[in-house]
């Protein structure tokens, strides 16, 4: 039962502003939600574009990194961030370069990507029996380690996410345009290989700091779920994609708040919380598209959530 | 080498399960849904980590789990299938948003399992849980050995018996709804058995590298043959050779594990079959 003295144990209360000073008492919990912060805003861009790109399962098997790359780290003896960032970019380089397109009544592309996961499981799965000791980072592998983040990670991380703004800033309009309309852009005399390749890297880097918060099994909780979201409630892009960053910037305050009064681990409640807010948001599409048809008729069928003309 | 009763087992068992890897493969290739397979064999670990905390068998939750998403995909994403341009167009139907969005929920609940599970079981549910994402083909019992025969082979059956109205509504869907084949039905149908094939497989060759030997031989039997039987054909004995030579090389190189031998080889087919045509 909670009493007004009882301060060992932290508790909600129905005192929000007395609850969020309680969170950032603390210092670790100040550098984990800046951490998160800047983790929120690299993904919300990096997902949204991922989303448009449709190359979610290529952003998942990048995620999957963190496992051959983890375990190479501790056979070699460097640091686990280390490994994962140079497997999620020779990952990321293999799957740019897959044969895209259809070939008669299939499609390469995803039975190659789904190759290269497998093949990088298989190889942290052989890491790991060479390495013959337990891996000391089971839990931070599954859970990721955003209550522990330095001083020096949160720099780290508020570094990654400028990049990752900086280039998506500098590249949108090719990069949009490429995406939505490959041929056209081809036509224009557009890099749409090298862009395709660029986005890849840019989305193994946004992926691998995403895990320090979420965990790598975790990541599309910020990558996916707040993008999806975004993109049912606003068919235009600009509104979209900074209600893609807001979303995920909910997601991860909240989550880390209800995380600092419980005993299971951040992502867990990071994604339940962009869960929640997926659910909402189709439901509030849902609603407005049946208000749309009682007034005006039917609608347009809901398909890819961007049009080429709307870039 | 054969000798060995766990060597027997685990070449019994993997034989029927690589088989039905194969030709479920080769519809998951051509249908586009290689994400929705890996997602399947994702889900096996909250299934299995759930029933555990329930004080379940571990089967049951793997079965119980990977079988529901499989329906659950096969219903939420039709929705984004119905109002696409579909393949024609080169799209990949089903939409992958809804497939990202909803085992990563699934993961979270899997993650929310372990936590809960190693407050109250200390050690062990590390070794639990790596042992069913990984599989231990060398460690099947004769008993469950001829049940993984089995379930694969009553799968493998399934699937041969709906192959021809589901490779008609896969490569035409239009016209096949047209011509009464229901394929809406037929969709949920194989997405259910492939969740039956992704638990069986996950005790032998474990959830996370399913994967290649889903996409891998079916890839490269797709990119050799264009027709659908011999085709077809291919990717199970393509399948059939990777669990066997993988087997073979597992026992010759005892540092190597089963799991990683298997799929090292499924993908040297497919990087093959890339480099020959």
């Not at chain 1, 280390?82 to 259809?102: D, E, Q």
């Not at chain 1, 900086?166 to 749409?192: F, K, N, T």
């Not at chain 1, 946004?206 to 606003?234: E, I, R």
Request: hydrophobic share 60%; with cysteine.
């Amino acid at each position: 039962m909670y009493t007004p003295a009882d301060t060992a144990a932290p508790s909600l209360t129905w005192n929000l502003a007395h609850d969020a000073a309680q969170v950032l008492e603390y210092h670790f919990m100040v550098n984990a939600l800046l951490a998160g912060s800047a983790v929120a805003v690299a993904a919300g861009l990096a997902g949204w574009v991922m989303l448009v790109r449709r190359e979610a399962f290529a952003g998942h098997t990048l995620a999957m990194m963190a496992f051959p790359g983890a375990s190479a780290a501790a056979l070699a003896g460097v640091a686990a961030g280390w490994g994962y960032l140079s497997f999620c970019i020779v990952g990321a380089l293999a799957i740019s370069r897959l044969p895209g397109g259809a070939r008669g009544s299939w499609r390469e592309e995803p039975a190659g990507i789904g190759v290269v996961q497998a093949l990088a499981l298989g190889l942290g799965f052989l890491f790991v029996s060479l390495y013959g000791g337990v891996l000391g980072d089971l839990e931070g592998l599954l859970f990721g380690e955003v209550l522990g983040v330095s001083d020096g990670q949160v720099l780290e991380l508020a570094v990654v996410a400028v990049l990752v703004a900086a280039v998506l800033a500098g590249i949108a309009r090719p990069l949009l345009l490429s995406s939505v309309d490959p041929a056209g852009g081809l036509a224009r005399g557009l890099p749409v290989k090298a862009l395709s390749a660029g986005f890849l890297v840019l989305l193994g880097a946004t992926v691998a700091a995403t895990s320090q918060v979420t965990g790598p099994l975790l990541v599309f909780a910020l990558l996916v779920m707040p993008a999806a979201s975004a993109q049912a409630l606003s068919t235009r892009p600009t509104t979209s994609l900074i209600a893609s960053v807001a979303i995920a910037l909910l997601a991860v305050w909240l989550g880390l708040g209800l995380a600092y009064f419980s005993v299971y681990p951040p992502g867990f409640y990071i994604a339940t919380v962009a869960f929640a807010i997926y659910l909402l948001a189709r439901a509030a599409a849902a609603a407005a598209a049946r208000r749309r048809r009682r007034v005006h008729g039917p609608a347009p069928a809901p398909g890819r959530p961007l049009a080429p003309e709307a870039v | 080498m054969l000798g060995q009763e766990y060597v027997r087992n685990a070449v019994l068992a993997g034989s029927v399960i690589a088989l039905a890897c194969g030709v479920c493969g080769w519809f998951v290739v051509l249908r586009g849904q290689v994400f929705a397979g890996d997602a399947l064999s994702h889900v096996a670990f909250p299934g299995a980590l759930a029933a555990a905390a329930l004080g379940l068998d571990e089967r049951v939750g793997l079965f119980a789990a990977t079988v529901a998403a499989g329906g659950a995909i096969a219903l939420l994403g039709r929705g984004a299938l119905a109002g696409r341009g579909g393949r024609a167009a080169g799209v990949e139907p089903a939409g992958d948003t809804t497939i990202g969005v909803l085992f990563t929920f699934i993961l979270a609940v899997g993650v929310f399992f372990l936590t809960l599970f190693s407050r109250s079981s200390g050690g062990g549910v590390g070794i639990q849980a790596a042992h069913t994402l990984f599989g231990s083909i060398f460690g099947l019992g004769a008993g469950e050995a001829a049940l993984a025969a089995v379930l694969a082979g009553a799968v493998l059956a399934a699937v041969l018996a709906i192959g021809r109205p589901l490779l008609f509504a896969s490569v035409a869907p239009e016209i096949a709804g047209a011509r009464g084949v229901p394929t809406r039905l037929l969709g949920f149908a194989f997405l259910v058995l492939l969740g039956v094939i992704a638990a069986e497989a996950s005790q032998a060759v474990g959830a996370l590298l399913l994967l290649g030997l889903l996409a891998g031989p079916a890839a490269a039997a797709h990119r050799l043959l264009p027709g659908t039987g011999a085709s077809v054909a291919l990717a199970a004995g393509l399948a059939l050779v990777s669990m066997w030579g993988g087997l073979a090389l597992a026992y010759a190189v005892p540092s190597l594990p089963p799991s990683t031998a298997v799929i090292a080889i499924a993908t040297g087919i497919y990087l093959a079959a890339r480099a020959w045509r």
